[in-house]
């Protein structure tokens, strides 16, 4: 029997993917996996000896299938056809999982052959966990699209210590309720050790749906009983690398890259920014029609105020991001089209991944960071930003539905559902007293150092530890 990894993460994706190689289409090379997953977990990570990551290498065509080491990481990849990554990733994980927790701002579809798909993958990826790992190892399982691997690990190795984080919302069994798999969801999740969430109100969440199915009891606030065993329910809040970023956004190229950017742009007063993968939870639509307004309305005008907007494109297959790319991009033309001058966009969109050190340059260019999901599990960009400005100024603009705003409380926090207190919130933020958003920032920035990705990793695999 091969040794095995002593801490197995299992993640959909692996932290890297292959991309087509420019020098000879015929092979690939290896580029970072995009999201905020992956951009967490990966820096938090690096201080651990003899990890190994289960995950899919995100490209069906020169598929990859030997373990290998990058990073000083054992990466084992599983892979998938075509037609089980539309049935376990395109359908079940983001048709239903994904807008259902997220609550439900797009219908969730429920299709049995979708859970069939999703069974299957993740009994591979239980399989694969299961051989990675070695006696009584721990095993993080990460996210919505392998809820059940801890069940199927609980079968075949009692000995592992297993826990799940889950990285966006969990919804309240109002609406959780509606999945007609809820009881063998919620049953394989509570054989974990821990569950981990972003907030306090995931999970209870959670808590609460267990009781109220009858498939575990309260051990106090946050612990449940099932089957005999005592599991860990509560909130990890997820971290970004705050040293690193730090740092790099004071770097002579990205310094001087925000000063070329703001004059390529004409300099304006105010330059605003919003970075997102391309998804319907993120509001980019919302925040676009608020500028649109203020310009309208003239409260802000072309010749002061610019918008960036980088829509890192993401689940492209998915209908309802065909749907709401081809909206965003309408809203950016009409807005263009009755406020922007010649050679002067007022909003300059991106639908491009851009590379992190741009991404840091814009951060530093930007005077009002719009954040304004209708529903988002943390949000790494806003914690990003507030790392990013070693001046202390910039004002963070920040939805309340954001996992963030739970501890970002300093930020101006907004309702991405009231577009009047969207539009009255960007010009608090435009028109601040630099005092008061130096004073907003620094509390902010004492709580990202705070509480960074090495803090949340070491935590939740204390908790996993202590089990
Ligand atoms: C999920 C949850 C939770 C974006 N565009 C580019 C790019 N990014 C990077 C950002 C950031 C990450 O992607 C996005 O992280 P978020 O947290 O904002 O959002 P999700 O991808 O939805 O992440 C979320 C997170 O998991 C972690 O638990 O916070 O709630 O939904 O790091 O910088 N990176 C590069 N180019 C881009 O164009 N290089």
């Known amino acids: 029997m091969k040794p095995g990894a002593q801490l197995v993460v299992v993640a959909n994706r692996l932290p890297v993917k292959q991309i087509p190689d420019p020098d000879n289409a015929a092979d690939f090379v290896w ?19 003899d990890v190994a990551w289960v995950g899919w290498t995100g490209h069906i065509g020169v598929e990859m299938t030997e373990r290998f080491r990058h990073d000083n990481m054992e990466l084992i990849p599983v892979a998938l056809t075509e037609d089980e990554k539309e049935l376990h990733y395109d359908g079940m994980s983001n048709g239903t999982f994904w807008p259902l927790y997220h609550d439900k701002v797009r219908a969730p579809e429920f299709h049995r052959t979708w859970w069939d798909g999703y069974k299957l993958i993740n009994r591979r990826f239980a399989e694969a966990v299961a051989d990675a790992a070695a006696p009584n190892a721990r095993v993080w399982i990460h996210d919505y699209q392998l809820q059940l691997v801890a ?7 009692p000995d592992l210590r297993v826990g799940f984080f889950l990285h966006i919302p969990f919804p309240p069994p109002e609406l959780f309720n509606q ?4 009881t063998e969801i919620t049953s394989a999740l509570l054989d974990n050790d821990v569950v981990g969430f972003q907030t306090p109100d995931d999970a209870e969440n959670f808590s609460r749906l267990a009781v109220g199915l009858g498939l575990a009891s309260s051990e106090g606030k946050w612990a449940l009983s099932a089957d005999g065993r005592s599991i860990e329910v509560r909130a990890f809040p997820i971290g970004i690398d705050e040293e690193t970023v730090a740092y790099k956004a004071k770097q002579h190229g990205v310094t001087t890259g925000a000063s070329d950017l703001r004059a390529q742009l004409g300099n304006p007063r ?3 920014l919003g970075v997102d993968r391309l998804d319907y939870t993120k509001g980019i639509d919302v925040r676009l029609r608020a500028f649109g307004e203020l310009l309208a309305e003239g409260k802000l005008s072309s010749h002061d105020a610019t918008m960036i907007q980088v829509a890192e494109p993401s689940r492209d297959k998915v209908n309802a991001y065909v749907d709401l790319r081809e909206r965003v ?3 950016v033309g009409a807005i263009n089209g009755a406020h922007g001058r010649l050679g002067f966009p007022v909003v300059h969109y991106l639908h491009q ?10 951060y530093r260019a930007a005077d009002v960071m719009l954040v304004t999901p209708f529903r988002d599990g943390m949000n790494l960009v806003a914690k990003e930003y507030v790392a990013s400005r070693p001046d202390e100024s910039g004002v963070l603009v920040l939805s309340e539905f954001a996992g963030a705003a739970t501890e970002l409380t300093d930020a101006v926090i907004v309702n991405p559902y009231d577009l009047n207190g969207l539009k009255a919130a960007i010009m608090s933020a435009v028109n601040m007293d630099p005092a008061e ?8 920035q004492a709580t990202v150092r705070h509480n960074d990705a090495v803090t949340w990793a070491r935590s939740f695999l204390a908790a996993l530890d202590a089990t």
């Open 270 to 272: 105010v330059v605003m």
């Open 353 to 362: 991944s851009r590379p992190f050190e741009d991404l840091l340059a814009l």
């Open 179 to 182: 999945l007609p798999w809820r």
């Open 31 to 49: 580029g970072v996996s995009p999201g905020g997953l992956v951009a967490a977990l990966t820096p938090s990570l690096a201080s651990y000896d």
């Open 329 to 331: 991009e309408r809203l």
């Open 437 to 444: 958003g130096r004073h907003r920032m620094r509390a902010l």
């Open 151 to 157: 069940g199927l690990l609980r079968e075949t190795r």
